[in-house]
Structure formats: C-alpha cells, structure tokens
C-alpha cells in the first residue's frame, strides 16, 4: 500500500542553524513527490516538487530536497533557518490520482 | 480576491444542525477538491470535482455532501455530524486534475461540533 512516514512529529531548531526534515515513502512506481507548509491559521502552499531528473531540486523560501530512491526518502533542507519558517511541513507523493500525504512535522524555531 | 478562500473561517454547530461551507477559486482552475485535516493525522482527501464533476468519493459518510456548480465554486454541505467531525476543512483548486497538478489550498474552515 502507498504511505507517507514523517517521522518527526516536531523539531527544534534554532535560528540561523540548518534543518533537515525526514520523508520516507512506500510507492511501487517513480513517485510524484512534493512538499507542502502550512503556516499557523493559513492553508497549505508548495515549497517544492519532483517529478524526475535530478534528484536535487530547489523550492521557494531558500528549501531543497533530495530525492533517494535507494532509501524511499525525499528529505527537506534549509542552510539556515529564519523565525518566519515556523510551520508545519506535509511531505505528499502522488499515487492513483491522489495525493498520499504524512502527518506532518512542526518545525519550532529558538530565538 | 485572489487564490482560494473559504467562508465561514470558523463554525460552530450542534449535532443536528445543518450547515454548508462554502469555497471559491480565483484561479480559473479545473479541478477542486475538500480536505479534512484533523491534528497529528495526514489530510483526508474527501472529494475531487473535476470540470464540475464528481471523480472521487473517498468513503466519506452522507453526513457530507459536496456540491460543485461551476469550475469556480464548491460547497460543502453538513448534517447530523458527530463530534469527531470536528476539524480544519481544506479545500484546494489545481489547473487539472493529475498526479503532477499543484494544488492551491484555502486557509480552511474550522470546524466545531457540538
């Protein structure tokens, strides 16, 4: 069956330093994968999305993935985060004309 | 308006109430869809209009009932729901509806039943 692991409910993260958000996925074919955050009272918006090619591929707000198909995960990255990327983040991959989503992880940002 | 919004942003009912949310894109897209988003759970797909019509009903009980007269507009319409109801509900627009499409989502409705 399709799934979507995210397996940190949420993270801490001070300013300035790096993130990594994990996504594993569980999909028989080359998935469509994406990543969605949603921002507190607002609706979810894309960051980014892969649909083939490079593996790397680079999204709004300074954000990146990296796909590995070895190891079912599309993992997000920031150099550096800022206060304003205190959300939470859906990664989502697209299967039988759904999108198959996890559960989100909220990422909190120390002063 | 621009992008998708969603009236009322929040709603409080009773168990034998009826209500509908409402949603509207200004995006001039094709295909819409509403979402339950409930806490620590992934969003629950639970209706997918495509050029006004229905191509997805994910088991989603009567108490719901979706309603999509134009590209532009779709309702929700509730009745009789329970308690575990309750939740942030989602709608989205994309330009069509494929495993590729961006969705556009709208700030959400907060549902409370009571």
């Known amino acids: 069956a399709q799934s979507v692991t995210q397996p940190d409910i949420h993270i801490t993260v001070s300013e300035g330093a790096s993130l990594e958000l994990r996504c594993n996925y569980s999909?028989?074919?080359?998935?469509?994968l994406f990543w969605y955050v949603q921002s507190p009272g607002q609706g979810l918006q894309l960051l980014l999305k892969?649909?083939?090619?490079d593996t790397l591929v680079q999204g709004i707000k300074g954000f990146e993935a990296e796909f590995k198909r070895s190891q079912s995960s599309f993992n997000l990255r920031k150099p550096s985060v800022h206060w304003s990327d205190a959300a939470e983040y859906f990664c989502?991959?697209?299967?039988?004309?759904?999108?198959?989503w996890g559960a989100g992880t909220k990422l909190i940002i120390k002063p | 308006e621009t992008g998708v919004t969603q009236t009322p942003r929040h709603l409080v009912m009773g168990m034998t109430n009826k209500k509908s949310l409402k949603c509207e894109q200004h995006?001039?897209?094709?295909?819409m869809y509403w979402y339950k988003q409930s806490a620590k759970k992934p969003l629950e797909l639970m209706f997918v209009y495509n050029f006004k019509e229905q191509t997805e009903n994910n088991s989603v009980p009567s108490r719901f009932s979706p309603e999509c007269p134009n590209s532009s507009h779709l309702f929700l319409h509730l009745h009789t729901l329970q308690p575990e109801d309750s939740a942030l509900y989602l709608c989205a627009s994309s330009q069509d509806h494929g495993l590729a499409a961006e969705q556009y989502f709208g700030p959400g409705t907060r549902l409370t039943v009571t």
């Open positions: 989502a991959v697209g299967g039988n004309y759904q999108l198959i």
């Open positions: 892969y649909f083939s090619g």
């Open positions: 995006l001039g897209h094709n295909a």
């Open positions: 999909y028989g074919a080359t998935p469509y």
